[in-house]
């Protein structure tokens, strides 16, 4: 698969980023297409009150089309149909993002410490963030990665 020098932040609700630690979610629902290339290296920010990055994940496919055209990937990104059709609601488009490669990211990359040691402007995603291989936040979790390895 090929890689991208572009990295994307994400921020994603707790229960949903323990589905994809543990391998039950493989898609991540979106109301807007994310224009990044396949094989993009996705970390992924678990909102409060983890309030930490917990992931990482490579973007194994781009699905987009409308809610009811991907509405099959539903159980796959770990949501009921119910709360499917809530979240799309209204929207004219539907994007889900084929997660793989996913590495779990050890305790103590919260929020406060990278305001303390790289950015103390930053502020987690609402939608997605583009980053680049070789940036201070990058560069940060992949070294607190391979601290704990």
């Not at 589905?19 to 979106?30: A, D, G, Q």
């Not at 159980?75 to 488009?93: L, P, R, W």
Request: charged fraction near 20%; include cysteine; hydrophobic fraction near 35%.
């Amino acid at each position: 698969m090929p890689q991208s020098e572009v990295e994307i932040i994400i921020s994603i609700k707790p229960p949903h980023v323990t589905n994809i630690l543990s391998s039950k979610k493989k898609f991540e629902l979106r109301r807007r297409p994310l224009n990044v290339p396949i094989g993009t290296l996705i970390w992924i920010y678990s909102t409060l009150p983890s309030g930490r990055f917990a992931a990482s994940a490579r973007l194994i496919a781009l699905h987009v089309g409308t809610p009811g055209s991907l509405r099959h990937l539903a159980k796959d990104a770990c949501v009921t149909s119910k709360e499917y059709d809530e979240y799309y609601c209204g929207a004219s488009q539907a994007c889900a993002l084929e997660l793989g490669d996913v590495t779990e990211i050890p305790p103590g990359a919260e929020l406060r410490q990278i305001r303390e040691k790289i950015d103390e402007s930053f502020h987690p995603p609402q939608f997605f963030q583009k980053t680049f291989n070789g940036s201070a936040i990058p560069n940060f979790l992949r070294s607190h990665i391979d601290k704990a390895a």
